[in-house]
Every structure is written in structure tokens, then in C-alpha cells.
């Protein structure tokens, strides 16, 4: 499963690129990842103890892993990896932001890759569609309420 989403953001990349370079800053703003925690980096790269969560009605769908940052260009992109070191074979999970100035701001490309199942088909892949979606007005929330660099 691959979702791609658009962002619009009314604010310049310098605004907008701190909330995006880690991902112990995305719940205040993407509510599919809702818990963070920083763990020992990966190989030098910052990683997090995550948490991703979608709700369908009054139901939760859950699902805890590993994530180091694997690419980060400054003010650019960034990329998120599954990076679980217990053994087992785990599905991929990615989730890679790029930003781009725009006449109006700033567009934030936001894409979430998953190659298991147990996420995928139907009402759920909406739902997590859904939460990027929705991302876009809490992150202009959270950006314009940050004092600029």
C-alpha cells in the first residue's frame, strides 16, 4: 500500500521544516503517529519507539515499531524507516516527507509505504489516507503558533 498526499502550507520551508525533520514533532500534528519516543540511534541516525494509530468510529487500530531516519537533505526531504533489530521479518513501513516552496508557501509531499497486510484494504487505507489529509490543518496550526528560527 502506497499513499501520497499534498499538502498545502502557507508558510515558507524555513516555517515549516522543523516540524518535519524529526519525527518526535509529528503527533502535535499528524495524529496517525501518535506516540514518539527516542531510542538509541541507527547507525548514527536519530530513531523512535512509534506508535501509529488510526481510529474507525469509535475503534483503534494500532501498531508499535521501530523507526530510524534513514535520508534527510536539509529543508528538503526526509525519510523514516522501519529498523527493527529483533530477528524476525517484519513488513516495510516508510513514511518519506518532501518539502517545496510554492507561490503560496510551502507544499509538503507526504507519502507512507506498507508492504505488509495487515493494514491494507478497503475501509482502513481510507482511514490512513484520511489522518494525512487531515494533517494539513494542524500542521499550519502548529507551524504559525512556532516562534521562526
Not at 541516525?45 to 534513514?70: C, H, Q, Y
Request: hydrophobic share 40%; glycine share 4%; net charge negative.
Amino acid at each position: 500500500m502506497k499513499i501520497k498526499v499534498d499538502l498545502d502550507v502557507p508558510a515558507p520551508p524555513d516555517s515549516v521544516w522543523p516540524h518535519l525533520e524529526l519525527l518526535d514533532r509529528y503527533p502535535p500534528w499528524m495524529r496517525l503517529v501518535h506516540r514518539v519516543e527516542s531510542v538509541d540511534p541507527t547507525d548514527g541516525n536519530p530513531a523512535w519507539d512509534v506508535e501509529l494509530r488510526a481510529k474507525i468510529g469509535p475503534f483503534a487500530r494500532s501498531k508499535r515499531l521501530r523507526m530510524a531516519r534513514t535520508a534527510c537533505d536539509e529543508c528538503r526531504f526526509v525519510r523514516f524507516e522501519r529498523a527493527q533489530f529483533d530477528g524476525r521479518d517484519h513488513a516495510e513501513w516508510t513514511l518519506s516527507t518532501t518539502l517545496t516552496e510554492s507561490d503560496a508557501g510551502s507544499v509538503v509531499t507526504a507519502e507512507l509505504f506498507y508492504s505488509g497486510d495487515l493494514w491494507t484494504g478497503g475501509i482502513l487505507e481510507r482511514v490512513l489516507e484520511d489522518e494525512i489529509r487531515q494533517a494539513k490543518s494542524s500542521l499550519l496550526r502548529v507551524v504559525t503558533a512556532s516562534p521562526r528560527r
